[in-house]
């Protein structure tokens, strides 16, 4: 892990420290872990798309009958531990496609959390482009969003943008809103503006969501 700076006076901090001890100013650093944990659930989506897709096409070969079973998961649940903080990152991503042209795109959703002192599950989605910056705050730039879960009313909102701008991730507020609409959720439409100004339209299909939110509860020691 690298040295930190204070962003009011530039002075190097602790990474565990929550204020600067040089100015006083609040140090926002409990994001860091979760956010590493979702560039890098992103960077393998493509993979476990293509695994998963093999696996399916080798079933209907061989005829396997699969209209009794319980569907699987669409989640794909992972745990990363830093190693100077051993604090134990949980995180799950789902698949999105492109909801026009119907095919998988190496982006999607994501469920994560941490066993440190954030006793939240936050929510965060990737894009397969830019995202369009509406605005600049202290933690930098910040992009809209639109979410619409099944047939619920659409959820707009700002969010901070990560990654070159391909990764939206959603405050705690923001996050204590969605993600409890997601729990027996089946489909979530995500909207977002491309550096283009064009909406870009994304779509996931979801099952066990409130399994691996359980999951996630569990491995971050999150009181229900």
């Given at each position: 892990?690298?040295?930190?700076?204070?962003?009011?006076?530039?002075?190097?901090?602790?990474?565990?420290?929550?204020?600067?001890?040089?100015?006083?100013?609040?140090?926002?650093?409990?994001?860091?872990?979760?956010?590493?944990?979702?560039?890098?659930i992103i960077a393998i989506g493509g993979a476990?798309?293509?695994?998963?897709?093999?696996?399916?096409?080798?079933?209907?070969?061989?005829?396997?009958?699969?209209?009794?079973?319980?569907?699987?998961?669409?989640?794909?649940?992972?745990?990363?531990?830093?190693?100077?903080?051993?604090?134990?990152?949980?995180?799950?991503?789902?698949?999105?496609?492109?909801?026009?042209?119907?095919?998988?795109?190496?982006?999607?959703?994501?469920?994560?959390?941490?066993s440190g002192k954030d006793k939240i599950i936050?929510?965060?989605?990737?894009?397969?482009?830019?995202?369009?910056?509406?605005?600049?705050?202290?933690?930098?730039?910040?992009?809209r969003y639109t979410i619409k879960v099944d047939?619920?009313?659409?959820?707009?909102?700002?969010?901070?943008?990560?990654?070159?701008?391909?990764?939206?991730?959603?405050?705690?507020?923001?996050?204590?809103?969605?993600?409890?609409?997601?729990?027996?959720?089946?489909?979530?439409?995500?909207?977002?503006?491309?550096?283009?100004?064009?909406?870009?339209?994304?779509?996931?299909?979801?099952?066990?969501?409130?399994?691996?939110?359980?999951?996630?509860?569990?491995?971050?020691?999150?009181?229900?």
């Amino acid at each position: 892990m690298g040295i930190k700076y204070c962003k009011a006076c530039k002075k190097p901090i602790k990474a565990t420290d929550t204020h600067c001890k040089t100015c006083g100013a609040e140090y926002k650093n409990s994001m860091a872990v979760p956010l590493i944990i979702l560039v890098v659930i992103i960077a393998i989506g493509g993979a476990i798309y293509a695994l998963s897709s093999n696996d399916d096409a080798d079933k209907e070969i061989h005829g396997q009958d699969t209209k009794t079973s319980v569907p699987p998961s669409s989640w794909e649940y992972m745990t990363k531990s830093d190693p100077v903080s051993n604090v134990a990152s949980h995180a799950a991503f789902a698949q999105f496609i492109n909801f026009d042209t119907r095919k998988p795109i190496e982006a999607g959703f994501t469920l994560m959390c941490n066993s440190g002192k954030d006793k939240i599950i936050m929510a965060g989605m990737s894009s397969e482009h830019p995202i369009k910056t509406d605005s600049f705050n202290s933690d930098g730039p910040m992009g809209r969003y639109t979410i619409k879960v099944d047939e619920l009313e659409p959820v707009h909102g700002v969010a901070r943008l990560a990654s070159h701008n391909t990764v939206i991730v959603l405050s705690d507020m923001q996050s204590g809103e969605i993600v409890p609409q997601l729990a027996n959720a089946k489909r979530v439409i995500v909207q977002v503006s491309n550096t283009s100004d064009r909406l870009v339209n994304y779509e996931v299909s979801l099952s066990g969501t409130q399994d691996i939110i359980n999951k996630l509860k569990s491995g971050c020691k999150i009181a229900n």
